[in-house]
């Protein structure tokens, strides 16, 4: 198995543009998140999604959308990119199951850098 | 809000000793705990993790240890080697929240020979 893919590994965006940030898992996980993680920081949340066709706001996400068509994609969305939003993003999976001692854990993507001047 | 934080940024310690890298956490509600080791330039990865029901739980030359009094989560690492240099997090979760994390700042380990 691959993981969790993200792709670009890095982007430089001028402010006003947008792009998408691609996430593919394929563990069949059912749950998917976006995290950004500024310098010397932890992981914020910014979206997540709990299968397809449904996805929640996580603690920062002003500036960005998702969608989850499928269960194994997950794309973030940044429109009207601003100096804020340069940081690394991060895209996680986990099991949806109750069963086992390790339910929590999420596995990760190698993320995107992006900055944006 | 309600987070989940460290109290040293940055540990130094000398190749072969043991490291200890501590972590407060603020819910009560939360019922587990996660620590992750991120390498330069790469995703979180997982180390070993613990449930609110326990206080000790151990893994290959790592253990963690939560004190649920003092709302106070730790990693040991046994025989500290230059591969454990890295950024440590303390995550917390709770039954029924989706597996949503809440990480801490991190704690910088530097392992010297």
């Known amino acids: 198995n691959a993981g969790v893919t993200q792709t670009p590994k890095f982007r430089i965006l001028k402010i006003g543009q947008s792009m998408t940030l691609q996430c593919t898992q394929d563990?069949?996980?059912?749950?998917m998140y976006w995290y950004r993680q500024d310098p010397g920081m932890g992981l914020k949340l910014i979206y997540y999604?709990?299968?397809?066709?449904?996805?929640d706001k996580g603690e920062v996400p002003n500036g960005y959308n998702v969608s989850r068509s499928t269960t194994e994609d997950f794309p973030l969305r940044l429109e009207l990119a601003a100096p804020s939003q340069t940081s690394v993003y991060f895209c996680a999976s986990s099991y949806s199951g109750s069963s086992g001692t390790r339910t929590h854990e999420q596995f990760f993507g190698p993320g995107t850098r992006l900055t944006v001047l | 809000g309600e987070s989940v934080g460290l109290h040293l940024p940055t540990l130094s310690v000398q190749e072969g000793d043991n490291s200890i890298i501590n972590c407060a956490y603020s819910?009560?509600?939360?019922?587990?705990f996660i620590w992750y080791k991120q390498e330069s330039g790469k995703g979180p990865q997982f180390i070993i993790d613990i449930r609110s029901n326990m206080d000790k739980r151990q893994g290959q030359r790592v253990t963690v240890l939560l004190n649920k009094t003092v709302k106070h989560l730790s990693l040991q690492i046994a025989a500290t080697q230059p591969g454990d240099s890295a950024v440590y997090f303390c995550a917390e979760s709770r039954t029924g929240g989706y597996n949503k994390l809440i990480f801490g700042a991190g704690t910088r380990l530097a392992v010297h020979p």
């Open positions: 563990m069949n996980h059912n749950y």
């Open positions: 819910n009560s509600a939360s019922d587990y």
């Open positions: 999604s709990v299968g397809a066709g449904i996805t």
